[in-house]
C-alpha cells in the first residue's frame, strides 16, 4: 500500500488557518490524484478534497468549499490542503491517499475509504477557542 506522510495539524482557535501537507515516500505524486480525508471521533472516513493529475479538476465537500484549497507542488512531490475560517466541526485527524480518480459526490470517497485496510498517522487539526 502505498505510504505518504501528512503534516502541518495543530490546535488552533475558530476562524484561524493551517496548512496541511502530504508527502509520499515511495512513489510520485504527480501521477495520481490526490485526495485529502477527515476522520473525526466516532465517524467514518469522509473525503474531504481532491485534486487530479491529468486536468487540474478538483472536488471538495459541501461543507469546506470557499474554505479549503488544495493544491500540488509536483516538484516537492507534495500535496497541500489550505484550510482558512476554520470551524470547530473541522475537529479530526486528517489523511491524504492515492484513489483511481477524483469523485464528484461524497459517497464516492466513502465507499473507497472502507476499501483501505490501513491509513498512515494523519495529522491531528483541532479547532477550539
Known amino acids: 500500500q502505498l505510504q505518504f506522510v501528512e503534516s502541518g495539524g495543530g490546535l488552533v482557535q475558530p476562524g484561524g488557518s493551517l496548512r496541511l501537507s502530504c508527502v509520499a515516500s515511495?512513489?510520485?505524486?504527480?501521477?495520481?490524484?490526490i485526495s485529502w480525508f477527515r476522520q473525526a471521533p466516532g465517524k467514518e472516513h469522509e473525503g474531504v478534497a481532491c485534486t487530479s493529475n491529468t486536468d487540474g479538476s478538483t472536488y471538495y465537500t459541501d461543507d469546506v468549499k470557499g474554505r479549503f484549497t488544495i493544491s500540488r507542488d509536483n516538484a516537492k512531490n507534495t500535496v497541500y490542503l489550505q484550510m482558512n475560517s476554520l470551524k470547530p466541526g473541522d475537529t479530526a485527524v486528517y489523511y491524504c491517499?492515492?484513489?483511481?480518480?477524483?469523485?464528484?459526490?461524497?459517497?464516492?470517497?466513502?465507499?473507497?475509504?472502507?476499501?483501505?485496510?490501513?491509513w498512515g498517522q494523519g495529522t491531528q487539526v483541532t479547532v477550539s477557542s
Open positions: 515511495d512513489f510520485t505524486l504527480k501521477y495520481r490524484p
Open positions: 491517499q492515492a484513489l483511481p480518480r477524483c469523485g464528484l459526490h461524497g459517497s464516492y470517497y466513502t465507499a473507497y475509504a472502507k476499501t483501505l485496510g490501513s
